[in-house]
């Protein structure tokens, strides 16, 4: 079963609203998850990391005051696209790394389309 | 930075082998990965080298050389449901993971 659950799995919201988007680790803790967007035909782009206790982590050309992370426990990290535009329509996924070597896991991505 | 290559696009006949390359120049390297992704699901893991050799999987393989920044990925046997995203990604010093481009292939009759 899954080791990492999204939600929501698909939403669709207005232009100039905000979205949010959970990220949970089942069964285990995470102090660190990776944030990821992947447009349609593109591979996954890393968009940050995010840190329970800290702050997260941004990548080159993420606007951190546009997607905001925040890592509030060991087991959930949110993402919440501020006043979503339609060129933030996009596939986000999150991932959680496990404890053995090069483990990682995936959560079941979410889709979104901003109208 | 991060630089990971690999062909757009690929095709391939059913039953035969097909290796997807994966070049890469990154920062810091913690491991290879490659995944397979079929549209609109999130990725699927096949495999995880972080020693040079070859990993063997079933069907799939994976090569690895740290020296050359070089991985492919060896599918054999091929088969219709193969036909998917394929991608090769580094795992950095911070354990974060950075993607290949990621290859299309399709597999025919």
């Known amino acids: 079963g899954a080791v990492v659950s999204q939600h929501p799995s698909w939403v669709i919201c207005k232009s100039g609203t905000s979205v949010k988007i959970e990220c949970r680790s089942l069964d285990f803790q995470a102090t660190t998850m990776f944030w990821y967007r992947q447009f349609p035909k593109q591979s996954l782009m890393l968009m940050a990391t995010?840190?329970?206790?800290?702050?997260?982590?941004?990548e080159q050309g993420v606007e951190k005051d546009k997607f905001l992370i925040n890592h509030a426990s060991l087991t959930l990290s949110t993402l919440t696209v501020t006043s979503a535009h339609p060129e933030d329509s996009s596939f986000y996924i999150c991932?959680?790394?496990?404890?053995?070597?090069?483990?990682?896991?995936f959560g079941e991505g979410s889709r979104l389309t901003v109208l | 930075g991060q630089n990971i290559d690999q062909p757009t696009e690929m095709t391939a006949t059913e039953g035969a082998i097909v290796q997807i390359n994966c070049t890469y120049q990154t920062s810091g390297f913690n491991g290879l990965f490659w995944y397979q992704q079929h549209a609109g699901e999130a990725p699927t893991f096949l495999s995880y080298?972080?020693?040079?050799g070859l990993e063997e999987k079933g069907r799939f393989s994976s090569f690895l050389s740290r020296s050359k920044g070089y991985s492919y990925l060896l599918l054999k046997e091929l088969q219709m449901k193969d036909s998917a995203s394929y991608l090769c990604?580094?795992?950095?010093?911070?354990?974060?993971?950075?993607f290949g481009t990621g290859t299309r292939l399709t597999v025919i009759p």
């Open positions: 990604a580094v795992q950095g010093g911070a354990n974060n993971l950075f």
């Open positions: 080298n972080v020693l040079d």
């Open positions: 991932s959680a790394p496990g404890t053995g070597p090069g483990e990682l896991f």
């Open positions: 995010s840190n329970e206790g800290s702050k997260a982590t941004y």
